[in-house]
């Protein structure tokens, strides 16, 4: 079967549609020659030149203005924020602009665009260039989130957010770039708002985002020899939110647990947890819906504090054995 890392992944995504459509256009910071922070863009300036793979000076909130104004204009343009957390340098942009304009003008005007931006911690970037902040943008109707986890969704939802009418928050975890997984070769779509249920298990839901979703797995291995079976969702976009699956699955399992980097405190797994709560899901729980994020502190320099700030492989299976034991 045919390999790509994620981010070579993204790059045949990015290169395919720039072939098929003209509107669609590359905008951020050393995304060009250098070929961006992560070499997700590498090569791309060669063949479609530096009026569809532009670099800017260091103005977040001017790739963001771009952005909307270039989609209001029609084109489909991709911008690429360098490290999340300085996206907040174009939240009015985003939030005031944005993600408000096509309701505002009763649908006749659209905002398509992707903003792209790698977040996560795990490569000693420390405080400012290791956050994750996408509950932010969930919190903010209009815009949708995605956070692919594995090579194929990457390449496929990235297809799907470039060619929705909407503003798209496209979140990729530094430490996926490298990783490797089955991509076709053919261009493909992602729909967003559909979950996966990655691996199925009869004790425990387990719904993780981005990098906890291989964390999740790798935990769930560890678990299945002593007989716990984890059933694991990957949401792969936040908004819109597909809950189906995780209400189907908690039925089952009788128990949740919600997996995500971002800090505990007003983050995602929140929402999933009060979701399932709601939903006809609690009549079957057996235990407490679980919440494991990080902890409510920026993330540190060193590497060992770094590593215990986020949920672990060894903290999933931890809060599982919990969970599946009756231990809250």
């Known amino acids: 079967m045919r390999e790509l890392s994620y981010a070579e992944a993204l790059r045949e995504c990015l290169r395919q549609v720039m072939r098929e459509d003209p509107d669609v ?18 090569g791309l300036i060669d063949e479609f030149g530096p009026d569809r793979i532009i670099d800017t000076p260091i103005s977040e909130a001017g790739i963001a203005g771009a952005c909307i104004g270039a989609a209001l204009t ?10 999340m957390d300085f996206v907040t340098l174009s939240m009015e942009q985003l939030v005031l602009q944005a993600a408000k304009i096509r309701f505002m003008f009763g649908g006749k005007a659209r905002v398509p665009f992707v903003l792209r ?3 996560g911690s795990g490569t000693g970037a420390a405080a400012q260039h290791s956050e994750s902040l996408e509950a932010w943008f969930v919190h903010v109707p209009g815009l949708k989130v995605v956070m692919p986890s594995t090579p194929h969704d990457a390449k496929g939802l990235l297809r799907a957010a470039i060619y929705d009418d909407n503003p798209v928050i496209f979140v990729e975890h530094k430490l996926l770039y490298k990783t490797r997984g089955h991509v076709p070769e053919d261009a493909y ?8 249920t990655v691996r199925e298990g009869k004790d425990l839901t387990v719904v993780a985002t981005s990098i906890m979703v291989s964390r999740a797995l790798e935990a769930a291995d560890l678990l299945a020899e002593e007989g716990i079976e984890l059933e694991i969702i990957d949401p792969r976009t936040l908004v819109p939110l597909d809950m ?3 209400v189907a699955s908690v039925k089952k399992t009788g128990r949740a647990l919600v997996v995500h980097e971002a800090v505990k405190t007003g983050g ?8 399932i709560v709601e939903s006809e899901a609690f009549d079957y729980l057996e235990a407490p819906v679980r919440r494991l994020a990080g902890l409510d502190m920026p993330i540190p320099y ?3 504090l770094e ?3 986020v949920p672990q492989v060894e903290n999933i299976v931890a809060e599982a054995r919990r969970l599946v034991g009756g231990v809250y």
């Open 244 to 246: 189906e699956p995780i």
């Open 189 to 196: 779509t992602v729909p967003l708002g559909e979950s996966k």
């Open 268 to 275: 995602f797994g929140g929402e999933v947890a009060s979701r």
């Open 307 to 309: 590593y215990h700030a």
């Open 117 to 119: 931006m790698p977040a």
């Open 74 to 83: 029609g084109m489909r343009p991709v911008g690429e924020i360098q490290f």
């Open 302 to 304: 060193n590497r060992t």
């Open 25 to 42: 256009f590359m905008i951020g910071e050393d995304i060009g020659v250098y070929g961006g922070a992560f070499g997700v863009s590498a």
